[in-house]
T-cell receptor
Framework: ETGVTQSPTHLIKTRGQQVTLRCSSQ?????VSWYQQALGQGPQFIFQ???????GRGNFPPRFSGLQFPNYSSELNVNALELDDSALYLC????????????FGPGTRLTVL | AQKVTQAQTEISVVEKEDVTLDCVYE???????LFWYKQPPSGELVFLIR??????QNEISGRYSWNFQKSTSSFNFTITASQVVDSAVYFC?????????????FGTGTRLTVIP
């Protein structure tokens, strides 16, 4: 069984740029959630995708957007990057059958200069 | 509003000591789930336990045990006979049904250092 994978591992961008982060869900999982974890903080929920539709969103501005593809993989897009967007971005997948059990990927470390 | 408080920012213990990590939560929902995750230096969150709001039985899994008390809105985690490999940041999290997305609300974490 393949776990959750994320790419890239690390990324450095400058303020104002746009970034796309990718996530492949665990085999059999059709729900993907994205979290932002600032240094020294707990992860914060950005949004969740189920069957290619956004299924809940946290307190993040519209410049944070996402997609889910038919194979359940997902992308997180952030436009107009700000310094405060520097964080570890975590993707988690789950299935309807185990809706509350989220399995996390290793994360993408984004640094905005 | 949902809130998870982990008042202990950092804890250091000597190997083989027992240690308890505290977690206090707030929610208006009657149906909710509580979780503990471990985050080693590699960064990946490792699932440890899930408990639903209707199951107040304490649970033991090897050296790990959890004490869920609805009366005090607490879900504490104890590691018995700690080992160096237990060194990590531990997060308590809450998930409710209000948003329909079952997203997780995390506390700020407790960094545990086990000294050999």
């Amino acid at each position: 069984e393949t776990g959750v994978t994320q790419s890239p591992t690390h990324l450095i961008k400058t303020r104002g740029q746009q970034v796309t982060l990718r996530c492949s869900s665990q085999s059999g999982h059709n729900t993907v959630s994205w979290y932002q974890q600032a240094l020294g903080q707990g992860p914060q929920f950005i949004f969740q995708y189920y069957r290619e539709e956004e299924n809940g969103r946290g307190n993040f501005p519209p410049r944070f957007s996402g997609l889910q593809f038919p194979n359940y993989s997902s992308e997180l897009n952030v436009n107009a990057l700000e310094l405060d967007d520097s964080a570890l971005y975590l993707c988690a997948s789950s299935s309807v059958a185990t809706y509350n059990e989220q399995f996390f990927g290793p994360g993408t470390r984004l640094t905005v200069l | 509003a949902q809130k998870v408080t982990q008042a202990q920012t950092e804890i250091s213990v000597v190997e083989k000591e027992d240690v308890t990590l505290d977690c206090v939560y707030e929610t208006r929902d009657t149906t909710y789930y509580l979780f503990w995750y471990k985050q080693p230096p590699s960064g990946e969150l490792v699932f440890l336990i899930r408990r639903n709001s209707f199951d107040e039985q304490n649970e033991i899994s090897g050296r790990y045990s959890w004490n869920f008390q609805k009366s005090t809105s607490s879900f504490n985690f104890t590691i018995t006979a700690s080992q160096v490999v237990d060194s990590a940041v531990y997060f308590c999290a809450l998930s409710d049904d209000q948003t329909g997305a079952n997203n997780l609300f995390f506390g700020t974490g407790t960094r545990l250092t086990v000294i050999p």
